[in-house]
Nanobody, 119 residues
Framework: QVQLVESGGGLVQAGGSLRLSCAASVNIVNINSMGWYCQAPGKQRELVATLTSGGSTTYVESVNGRFTISRDNAKNTAYLQMNSLRPEDTAVYFC?????????????WGQGTQVTVSS
């Protein structure tokens, strides 16, 4: 079982920055993929960014060039650096971890952290 705890959300003005953190209860060296998702009111949860254990990253088009996902294996923590924030980035942000064991993929979620960007 993997427990994920997010932090770093808050209220920021448009153009500002936030850094989200996701602390894992296990050694994330064994986590195949760490990711961040967001869910705005009335919308489905959607992918923001992912980072594999091999270092490959993916970003949704709307955050390309503004957000950066990273991980610190020594601290068992993943991060999402969010720059040039826009009001449309307002959402609850969830940390996600995927671990592949033999032929199965196990998926874990954090409780979410609120990001609010004012105009």
């Amino acid at each position: 079982q993997v427990q994920l705890v997010e932090s770093g959300g808050g209220l920021v003005q448009a153009g500002g920055s936030l850094r989200l953190s996701c602390a894992a209860s296990v050694n994330i060296v064994n986590i195949n993929s760490m990711g961040w998702y967001c869910q705005a009111p009335g919308k489905q949860r959607e992918l923001v960014a992912t980072l594999t254990s091999g270092g490959s990253t993916t970003y949704v088009e709307s955050v390309n060039g503004r957000f950066t996902i990273s991980r610190d294996n020594a601290k068992n923590t993943a991060y999402l650096q969010m720059n040039s924030l826009r009001p449309e980035d307002t959402a609850v942000y969830f940390c996600n971890a995927k671990r592949v064991w033999v032929t199965r993929t196990y998926e874990y979620w954090g409780q979410g952290t609120q990001v609010t960007v004012s105009s």
